[in-house]
């Protein structure tokens, strides 16, 4: 195994692979069906003929760009483990940060009806429904696959009977009105999208990052439709690209609601947009 690893290293060094021994490590102990820690317990143990081969072919996987999280099949988010697939985004630190500032924001002396809006791996839903026990969660996304697999990992996480999913193309299919909802939809600039990494651009679903015009294509819709599906008082946040602060500072006053404000994430980027239902 110690061989094999520093060859590894080596190998994704070379390829630009920014944390070459760590993905070597865990995609090594995914191939063995063990955790990292094993791997320093046992550095002499020889691989198989079978292991080998498995090993070779997800290697060269992910020197083609194919992105680690899609390998394994699964990531931890605000320390919870969740499956995705090629199928949905794989979930960003940034969007743990938008997590923060809802769970801060959301009452906690009663119940609360909760919207994730585009839930991808469902990774929004599940952890409010996780962390928030006295919120009834609504689950939303356009992609039926995604859907599929949000809510398998509702099931892993153990909150399968807290969350309605529905299929919808942002409000259509949802008629009720909420407490709390929170966002992470498509906001990268048709044009930039061509600048983005080859392992997102070639990888990771369209639809989860195509925020079409200025970027903002997709939240201007979505904004449009919150009319009549916020309580009084009710809070929303949304995820966005830096520089986008403004403009949708803009259609959340245009949408009725008040208070609407643009807060940097940790990196000092433009991240989230805040408001409050009048
Ligand atoms: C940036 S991803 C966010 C996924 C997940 N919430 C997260 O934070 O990792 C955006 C999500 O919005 C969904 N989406 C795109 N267009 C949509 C639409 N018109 N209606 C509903 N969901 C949509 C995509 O399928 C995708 O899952």
Known sequence: MREILNWTRGY?????????????????AHTLGFDRLHLYLNPDKPLTA????????????RRAGIPLQYLIGEVSFFGLRFRVSKEVLIPRPETEQ?????????????????????????????????????????????????????????????????????????????????DLIVSNPPYIEEKELEKVPAEVRQYEPRIALDGGRGGIERIETLTGGLRGHMHP?????????NGQGGRVVELLNRAGLVEARAEMDLAGHERFVIARCP
């Open 233 to 241: 008082g009710g809070v929303l946040l949304l995820e966005i690209g």
């Open 12 to 28: 994704f060094k070379n390829a630009g692979i920014v944390q070459p021994r760590l993905e070597a490590e865990t995609l090594l």
């Open 50 to 61: 079978e292991e080998r081969t498995r090993f070779r072919k997800i290697i060269k996987q």
């Open 98 to 178: 938008l997590l923060e500032q809802a769970l801060r924001l959301a009452p906690r002396n009663r119940e609360i009806a909760c919207l994730d809006l585009g839930t991808g791996s469902g990774v929004i839903a599940i952890c409010l429904a996780r962390f928030l026990p006295r919120a009834t969660v609504t689950a939303a996304d356009l992609s039926t696959e995604a859907l599929g697999l949000a809510r398998e990992n509702a099931e892993l996480n153990g909150v399968l009977d807290r969350i309605t999913f529905l299929e919808s193309d942002w409000f259509e299919h949802i008629s009720n009105a909420f």
